[in-house]
């Protein structure tokens, strides 16, 4: 037999063509082994063979060092171990360093364990240099690329992202994933009022979902297209993805859109008192909404200490939009609460509301001309109660009206009045009156277990 005419020739160099009967036999143990239930006393004499084999090939095989890197990649998976974890990376990367006696494909090969490895431990640096030398030596594969793309991405290097999946796309210019991953970073670092980067990052959005492709079925990228042909002046384009996300089952249905979801929770867009099942706390609360007010103002009166802190997440459309946060994520802010202690000791009566790790405590301001742009909250593991507590009315009342939309129904506030909605549902809200200022409280879904409030990760 020739090397030409040998069916693993690909990743077979001259040398290791010549141990080909050991290798082809080691490889296939191990092909069984992997697939076996127990296989770690296999995998540990696989080992030893390879090193054998290694030894007598003055350890030269790039065959034998995948195949040990690749016995100890199984082992520390089955062990659970970090220790043969790294060893196992260490022998990938001492692979990849033999250089051009390696050939291609396994290099290729090698080089994915290696960086997926390398990621699994927690290397996202080191994982990025492998898929960097990867995508320098395998320019044809956009899938490299768009790996490293991920990897600047998760890493929150923006920028190097943006450049991976552009080189990308100069060569494959319909890849989708990276249509979709470019469009995602630039629809989401648009500056406000950026409509040219807007429609960008709208176009390639567009584009990467066009093909519904596994690997571009993200919620993320749904909810921004639509949230940006919405901004676009389109929304009944953007109506039409959010009907696909949600036939997808990226998010729980066409009006609610969270994307950290708990299944089997009731779901309705506006809760009455009553149906949250703390009804009563919540009265205690309504019943000190003047206290609670003096707080607030108490706070827009100081102006020695740091107050509202206006909205960041490029939601306000028009006007000045602005909070001051009790409670985040089930924690008390401690100085914040030291100026409302009246409010917070009211809540800290509340455990639904306190303890709520997926929620916050705040109070919300809103400038007469404010609207926030529709959008929808992260999780479906909370309801949302607003109290009126400053609540001026239009002076121009033809013209306006001042309120919150929550999927098709309308709120709106009174002073001393409280409704409940679920944030998890789009929602809209406008102020065409003057200074608007309510408490916002986030209650832990009525549905949830105590076990559920007591362990799901904080949002
Ligand atoms: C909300 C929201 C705006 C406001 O509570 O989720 O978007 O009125 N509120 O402060
Ligand atoms: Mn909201």
Known sequence: MTLESYSKKDITNAQDFLLRDQL????????????????????????????????????????????KARVLDL?????????????????????????????????????????????FRGWTAKAIQVQKVLAAKFQDSPDISNKLGLLYLLSGNNKAAREAFRSV?????????????????????????????????????????????????????????????RRLGKPQEADLVFQDGAELNLFPSFWQRSLFNIGGLKAQPLWTLEETGIQHQLSTIVDNWQVIRDEATEILKDMDQPGFVR????????????????????????NNCLRTPLTCALVDSIPQISTNRRGQVKFSLMNGGTHAFAHAGPTNCRLRAHLGLSIPRSKAPSKTWSGLRVADKFVTWNEGEMFVFDDSFDHEVWNESDERIVLILDLWHPDLTQEQRDTLPAI
């Open 75 to 119: 082992l520390a998976h089955e062990e659970e171990s970090n220790a043969l974890l790294e060893q196992a990376i260490q022998k990938y990367t001492d692979l990849l360093s033999l250089g051009p006696s390696v050939p291609d494909a396994l290099f290729k090969k090698a080089g994915k364990k290696c960086s997926q490895l390398m990621e």
């Open 311 to 334: 909205e960041s997440e490029n939601l306000a459309d028009t006007g000045y939009w602005a909070q001051f946060e009790l409670y985040r994520q089930g924690q008390k802010i401690g």
């Open 169 to 229: 796309l100069q060569t494959f210019p319909t890849n989708n994933y990276a249509q979709a991953h470019l469009g995602f970073i630039i629809k989401t670092e648009a500056a406000p009022g950026d409509e040219a980067a807007l429609q960008e990052g709208v176009a390639l959005l567009k584009a990467g979902l066009s093909s519904k492709d596994k690997e571009v079925l993200d919620g993320r990228f749904f909810l921004h297209l639509g949230d940006g042909l």
């Open 24 to 67: 082809d036999h080691l490889e296939e143990q191990v092909m069984q082994a992997a697939a076996e239930k127990d296989p770690t006393s296999k995998l540990k004499a696989i080992l030893s063979e390879f090193e054998s084999l290694l030894i007598a090939s003055h350890h030269t095989s790039p065959r034998a060092m995948y195949g």
